[in-house]
Nanobody
């Protein structure tokens, strides 16, 4: 069972930056894993995709993340990083790392809280 461990969340003022990291453990190579990325869930809201990196190096972003967030994947280190800049209060959420290859739902991390104050 692959375990994903996130780090890097915290409290930041609007306009600030945070860098979230996720490392996969108890795992063999992740090079063949189709997708590795980040989702988020606000209090009372649904979980939504933030940014995803594919096995062939493509990246996908939610509209709210474009121009502010950058996702990067390192297969050798088994990590995926989300660099978040110009954070807004509406970015406040629990951020989850996910690794998956459809049709499997894959693995989720435990989540890390990001709070952006105005």
């Amino acid at each position: 069972q692959v375990q994903l461990v996130e780090s890097g969340g915290g409290l930041v003022q609007a306009g600030g930056s945070l860098r979230l990291s996720c490392v996969a453990s108890n795992s063999g190579s992740i090079k063949g894993i189709s997708f590795m990325g980040w989702f988020r869930q606000t209090s009372g809201g649904q979980r939504e995709m933030v940014a995803t990196s594919t096995a062939v190096g493509s990246t996908y972003y939610a509209d709210f993340a474009k121009g502010r967030f950058t996702v990067s994947r390192d297969n050798d280190k088994k990590t995926v990083v989300l660099q978040m800049n110009n954070l807004k209060p509406e970015d406040t959420a629990v951020y989850y790392c996910r690794l998956w290859s459809p049709p499997s739902s894959g693995s989720w991390g435990q989540g890390t809280q990001v709070t952006v104050s105005s």
